[in-house]
């Protein structure tokens, strides 16, 4: 009874810092995207890189500033990964391979943070802060910088033109990400968390063994890792480790941290476009999507059958941390899934099987509840494009959805959206299953080694970087196969994205009539959310039929 009262508390605590951070930072956001004024910092930027503050950009010429920066910095990172052992603070690690240094470039600059190493056993202190820590400000930053522009794209009429893509990247970084990682960083020293340079330390053991534990600048790449959705942990055991995530406390804040800018976007969009309503409608879908998520996993691991001893305890607690419990391991999982971080505080692979499953589908949905940092924006405002489009087939009326027209060259783009992600899942699963080499990488069998893969290739297409464990990676195949899944997950979509708003700002806006859809009530709520819902269920199902949901009908 205590533990479900402390999980009710938590669970209600974070709804309601949520709630008050939606207004003030949603509106902070719009203003960030649309003022004119450029912070003597940001200037500096500009005449840095030679770029022209108060020029904006076409949209062609925005998604080749996007391209460039993240094919730069792909390229920086591997480089910076490979020289490792001739830098400082390297703490005598070896650089990293050929084919972890590409997975693990592509993972952290699409924003995926996908591991194939032990943080704290290969990687130096300068890598994780000047290499790994740089991209979860900056590829973060991206993902908003995108979805600003498809807003953009609704408020803009007869204009070739969306923003501009440097201005966009600094002031994100500069105004948002940076100010909030120093206060949360501050806030994680407070709360126990590590912060300093120290190397390897060798202690013994209750049972007298020898074990090395490494120090490092946790506290500050940890608030940058949850805000900016990225996942990535400095130890290889990433939030269920106690220099990571000491307490309940930490836990819950960390957790507030990968929800707050994904469900604050929603009031941003409401403000640029004009139309708060709009927002409320979008931020109700994906509350109720990220709720029902939270319900599902949590009640599976409550009460799932098995006779283990730690179900026979009160619950799935194999893989679990005792500080958080089910309540808190849950909590995080149904949020570290649907927001494309893909940090971990327990062993997804030790979930029961609807548990498991779902934070399989939630990743499946597209991490649109409320999503990665712009990304989720983004992925739901497609998903309502399709919506109105859906809608205005059963009344036999050219959709509209905010003044705009939703004809043949809208719906190409939305639509090709929405297939890429699944392609790639379906096929890298596919041939990973066909090659006995990989399936050799499998450590279990049957519908649950299916699900391993299966997991795999939907957290790196998608974007998320979270594990369900239990399938050896580090391979040249995997690390290449992955690598490449995450790099077209990340950009293909964003290409289909920046074009759509390319098209909607170069129309000439519709008036509103008695025809013209609400796209603010209730019925567009659900509406929605039965788009979402049936469009993963009929991509994914077959998928998850011979991996989750076989499993647990075993």
Excluded at 40 to 47: G, I, L, P, S
Excluded at 295 to 309: D, F, G, R
């Amino acid at each position: 009874m205590n533990d479900t009262l402390a999980g009710w508390l938590q669970v209600l605590a974070l709804i309601a810092v949520l709630a008050a951070s939606y207004r003030p930072l949603g509106d902070y956001l719009a203003h960030l995207l649309t003022t004119g004024k450029h912070l003597r910092a940001e200037r500096f930027v500009y005449r840095l890189a030679g770029v022209d503050g108060d020029a904006d950009q076409k949209w062609s010429v925005y998604l080749r500033g996007v391209l460039a920066f993240s094919a730069v910095s792909v390229v920086f990172l591997y480089g910076f990964l490979r020289l490792q052992h001739h830098l400082m603070l390297s703490l005598g690690f070896p650089g990293i391979g050929p084919g972890q240094s590409f997975n693990t470039a592509a993972s952290f600059v699409t924003n995926t943070n996908w591991q194939s190493y032990s943080g704290e056993s290969a990687m130096g202190h300068l890598v994780q802060m000047s290499g790994l820590a740089v991209q979860n400000f900056v590829s973060a930053a991206v993902g908003i910088a995108v979805v600003a522009t498809l807003i953009r794209g609704f408020t803009r009429n007869r204009t070739d033109r969306v923003g501009n893509f440097w201005v966009d990247l600094t002031r994100v970084v500069w105004r948002l990400l940076l100010p909030l990682c120093v206060v949360f960083a501050i806030v994680f020293v407070a709360s126990g968390m590590v912060e300093n340079f120290h190397a390897v330390h060798t202690v013994t053991t209750i049972a007298g063994q020898h074990q090395g534990i490494t120090g490092g600048p946790v506290a500050s790449q940890e608030a940058v890792k949850e805000l900016g959705t990225n996942g990535g942990g400095f130890y290889n055991a990433n939030s269920a480790h106690p220099f990571e995530n000491p307490n309940p406390f930490t836990n819950l804040v960390e957790i507030y941290l990968m929800l707050v800018i994904g469900f604050s976007l929603p009031r941003t969009f409401g403000a640029m476009v004009g139309d708060h309503r709009q927002g409320y409608a979008i931020v109700a879908v994906m509350g109720l999507i990220w709720a029902a998520s939270v319900a599902l996993i949590t009640v599976n691991e409550l009460h799932s059958v098995s006779s283990s001893a730690g179900h026979l305890a009160g619950g799935m607690m194999e893989g679990k941390e005792q500080r958080f419990g089910i309540w808190g391991s849950a909590l995080f999982a149904a949020s570290t899934t649907l927001t494309s971080t893909g940090a971990v505080n327990s062993f997804h692979d030790s979930f029961s099987p609807g548990g498991g499953g779902m934070t399989i589908f939630n990743m499946m949905l597209g991490e649109i509840a409320p999503g990665g940092t712009g990304s989720g924006l983004y992925g739901i405002l497609i998903l309502a494009v399709v919506a109105v489009f859906v809608a205005g087939l059963m009344v036999g009326r050219t959709p509209e959805y905010l003044g705009k027209k939703l004809g043949g060259r809208e719906m190409k783009f939305a639509s090709l959206y929405i297939l890429t992600t699944p392609a790639i899942v379906l096929i890298g699963a596919g041939v990973a299953m066909s090659l006995p080499g990989e399936r050799a990488s499998m450590l279990n069998s049957g519908p649950h080694g299916f699900s391993e893969v299966l997991y795999a290739f939907t957290s790196a297409a998608n974007n998320n970087g979270s594990a369900f464990a239990g399938i050896g990676v580090n391979t040249d195949w995997y690390n290449t196969a992955l690598g490449l899944a995450m790099l077209f997950g990340r950009f293909l979509p964003m290409i289909f994205v920046l074009a759509l708003a390319g098209s909607l700002a170069h129309q000439q806006p519709v008036p509103v009539t008695a025809g013209t859809l609400p796209t603010h009530r209730p019925q567009f709520v659900g509406l929605l959310t039965g788009v979402v819902l049936i469009v993963v269920g009929l991509t994914y199902f077959p998928a998850l039929a011979l991996g989750p949901l076989a499993e647990g009908l075993h």
